[in-house]
């Protein structure tokens, strides 16, 4: 069967299979260079600090907004107030809706004058309110998508157990669930959950991410504090340089970031590949066919020895996936986090490594 262009959400609006355009770049040029490569999904975020220039870049590209598919998520310190994040992406990005609004994190960050959007402790740790409910974030997220400011919701970086405790009273089903994915992080479960229940998965990080990420959160953050506050990404998985990868690349004649785009169009998963080069920009866009053999050994990677998750910001609560280690500066689940057995498996392994 041929590789989809496009997947239908629940809401019943379609949206590229792939590639979307991952945190596009600070400057607008990459941005215009890809809306007029033929991308046609932006996935932005408040935190990346840059959708006033991806405003400009989708201005400057000529590409009428309804052929958009622009995605923004709600950032960690509006939890409380999830409808002002809105407000700050709809006016940075100078559109009157989004086409999707996703819950960054199952994070509340709360300020205290320290960093607006990456407030610390004085001992260095995150400003995280354990106690917050996400139910209550979901809430919120519900109001907005009646008001149509949005055409679809959704979460990102939600596993299933925190998934489990949002079923129970969410009243919209999440459209997306975007995380971590590449054929070193396949989440089988995850991806089967959420389908089981009509919500389509996003892959971030599909190409491995080669280099350490979040540079854009660097220049607003203290050196000092770097390796506190940001993402956990050193060194990224090589996937491009993996030689099964390379060998089934050969077999297609494709560069392996072609194997590793396709890979996740044809299990179905929506991908984002990010790059500001504009031949690499060029070259993502093509999405091929990969046969049912090399699927199967793309999805076996993991299992058979090199599993890597690449991206694990420090924020100090368990986040439910298995892998996910546990919090080195809290090691307890607070009361907006889900109990599970997994977390006490873990604070077990982690007892009897202390004694
Ligand atoms: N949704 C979320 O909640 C979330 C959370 C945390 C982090 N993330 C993000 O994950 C990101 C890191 O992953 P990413 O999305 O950047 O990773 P990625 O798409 O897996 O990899 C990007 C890297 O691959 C390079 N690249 C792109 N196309 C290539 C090609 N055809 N051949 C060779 N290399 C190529 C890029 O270089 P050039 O750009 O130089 O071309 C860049 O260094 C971070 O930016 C981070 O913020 C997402």
Known sequence: ?????????????????????????????????????????????????????????IKQSGVPREEIFITSKAWNVFHHNVQESLEKTLKDLQVDYLDLFLVHWPVRLVANGSQPLLPVNPNGTRSVDYSWNQEDTWRQMEEIYKSGKVKAIGVSNWSIPYLERLEKSWKVVPAINQVELHPYLPQHKLKEWCESRGILLEAYCPLGSTGPCCLHMQHHVPRSDLFTLTYLTYPGAPLLEDTEIQAIAAKYAVPPATILISYQVNRGVIVLPKSVTASRIEQNLK??????????????????????????????????????????????????TPQRSVTLRILGIYASSNK
């Open 1 to 57: 069967m041929p590789a989809p262009s496009k997947f239908t959400l629940n809401t019943g609006a379609t949206i590229p299979a792939g590639p979307g355009r991952r945190r596009p770049a600070r400057s607008a040029r990459p941005v215009v260079h890809a809306l007029k490569a033929g991308y046609r999904h932006l996935d932005c975020a408040l935190i990346y600090q840059n959708e006033e220039e991806v405003g400009d870049a």
């Open 287 to 336: 999405v091929i066919d990969i046969k049912e053999e090399d699927m199967k050994t793309l999805e076996a990677i993991a299992e058979n020895g090199k599993q890597k998750r690449v991206n694990m910001p420090k924020w100090g609560s368990d986040l439910g996936f298995d892998d996910w280690p546990l919090p080195s500066c809290r090691n307890e689940t607070g009361g907006g």
